[in-house]
């Protein structure tokens, strides 16, 4: 029987091919985009030399994704993620993102919370599934970005200027989402 509170393991042959080693049988990546929307932790390892290659297996569903027309980010959001990886930003833009996407978790569920009170869309059949759809984006855009980031701490003087403007703008908008839902 599967753990739902341990991250399901994929292993990756030299073929490339995904091994589902719950199942015992191989997946694709539509099938780990899959057990995401289902809110199960994947955990994807090169067989031959153990390497963790979940963080390249999740940016190619989202390559995929947004390829296919289905697209989330904007381009000026891409734009400033490329840009991020050649300036001194590096260091704080993981904890920026996490901290965003965790204040707009926040926010969704608050938000949810009070339209189920007061809006009888909430009861349609579907509800849950759109909402458990968006919860499984958040969680595999963020996934564990706060966790695994490898590169220098932040000092306090070594942030941005305007990064507590930033901080502050999020905090302003998180308001008016609090009272656009209650």
């Not at 341990?6 to 199942?23: D, F, H, V």
């Not at 947004?66 to 840009?83: A, F």
């Not at 349609?124 to 599934?129: Q, S, T």
Request: charged share 30%.
């Amino acid at each position: 029987m599967a753990d739902p509170d341990k991250p399901l393991l994929i292993k990756r042959y030299a073929s490339r091919r995904l091994y589902n080693t719950e199942t015992s049988d191989y997946v694709t990546l539509e099938d780990i985009a899959g057990f995401i929307r289902d809110h199960r932790e994947v955990k994807i390892v090169d067989l031959k030399s153990g390497d963790d290659l979940t963080r390249q297996y999740l940016l190619q569903i989202v390559a995929e994704h947004e390829s296919k027309g289905e697209s989330v980010l904007p381009i000026n959001v891409l734009t400033d993620l490329v840009r991020s990886y050649t300036t001194q930003a590096t260091s704080v833009v993981p904890q920026f993102l996490a901290q965003s996407f965790e204040m707009f978790r926040d926010s969704q569920s608050k938000w949810v919370e009070n339209m189920s009170s007061i809006n009888p869309m909430t009861k349609m059949p579907g509800f849950e599934a759109v909402q458990a759809q968006q919860e499984a984006f958040l969680k595999a855009m963020t996934g564990s970005v706060g966790k695994q980031w490898s590169g220098p701490e932040a000092d306090e003087k070594d942030k941005p200027e305007d990064f507590d403007a930033i901080k502050k703008e999020l905090a302003a908008l998180q308001a008016k989402l609090n009272k656009l839902g209650g």
